[in-house]
């Protein structure tokens, strides 16, 4: 039995992993596989693949781009999630924020530093024409302290994954003001070079158990029903989410890599823009 440790964001999409765990798949294929919830994001996940505290990360695909260029020793073995994700821009519920552009010029908060609320701020100014260079930022750690911080004033708004802040919305503590799509496919997973050298068998089988999960995935009876019990949604959301999510089970494309760092550098966000090979590899 191989040990191997994967990182992922405590959400929705991530359920297929769990499925895997709790009915002993992975098990069943020689893979001692332990899950770790990063409710920090990319930005966290980045540095634990970077301090070996995981082998794997099921990552967002910007965020990991960004960080292989600036030394993470990472490849992405696949592409998790095909569809894009949708990024909320969320207000205090009582501020007089009504419209994207009533937030121009106001502060930002993100999780932290290369996480994806902090490179999709940059992505949505550029949509609604502000200069990225003039960003200002807030780092909040997490859900909650964004809700300090746009409450206190501390920031104006914060982008997260549209379904997984619409409780906060619904119970009346943000307010969506607008919606901004990844312009590309949005998760991906991640595996240290090293633990990828020395376990390529091991990385095998956990994607083929994976795939298996996730190729049926929205076929599993009452789906909706434990995914929104587990991540305390609303089944009408949930239904609405999966309509529009597609999970992947093959490699991510070159093109999908070149878009990302086409987008990462004329946002002025990497130095330059590599070879695409540079940042996957096939597996055999």
Excluded at 98 to 108: A, G, I, M, S, Y
Excluded at 235 to 253: G, P
Aim: proline share 4%; net charge negative.
């Amino acid at each position: 039995m191989r040990k191997i440790k994967v990182g992922g964001v405590p959400e929705h999409f991530n359920l297929p992993w769990h499925l895997g765990i709790e009915e002993g798949a992975f098990r069943s294929n020689g893979v001692d596989l332990t899950w770790r919830d990063f409710p920090d994001g990319t930005g966290a996940m980045c540095k634990a693949l970077r301090n070996k505290e995981i082998d794997v990360a099921v990552i967002l695909t910007e965020g990991i781009i960004k960080d292989i260029l600036n030394g993470n020793e990472a490849l992405i073995v696949q592409e998790y999630i095909a569809s894009p994700l949708i990024w909320g821009v969320h207000v205090a519920a009582e501020s007089n924020f009504r419209t994207p552009e009533d937030l121009k010029n106001q502060k930002v908060a993100i999780s932290r530093y290369g996480s994806g609320s902090h490179l999709m701020a940059f992505v949505n100014a550029r949509n609604m024409g502000w200069d990225p260079s003039e960003l200002e930022f807030e780092v909040v750690g997490n859900i909650e302290g964004a809700v300090e911080a746009l409450q206190t004033g501390k920031a104006g708004y914060f982008m997260w994954e549209h379904f997984t802040t619409k409780p906060l919305v619904d119970k009346g503590i943000f307010r969506r003001v607008a919606d901004c799509p990844t312009p590309w496919s949005c998760f991906v997973i991640a595996v240290r070079k090293e633990f990828l050298e020395q376990e390529q068998a091991t990385v095998q089988n956990m994607l083929k158990t994976l795939n298996t999960i996730t190729r049926d995935f929205k076929k599993i009876p009452k789906v909706e029903v434990a995914l929104a019990r587990k991540y305390d949604q609303k089944v009408e959301d949930i239904e609405q989410w999966l309509k529009i999510t597609n999970w992947s089970q093959k490699q991510i494309s070159v093109q999908e890599i070149q878009k990302v760092q086409e987008q990462l550098f004329e946002l002025g966000l990497i130095p330059e823009i590599k070879e695409n090979i540079y940042f996957f590899t096939p597996l055999n």
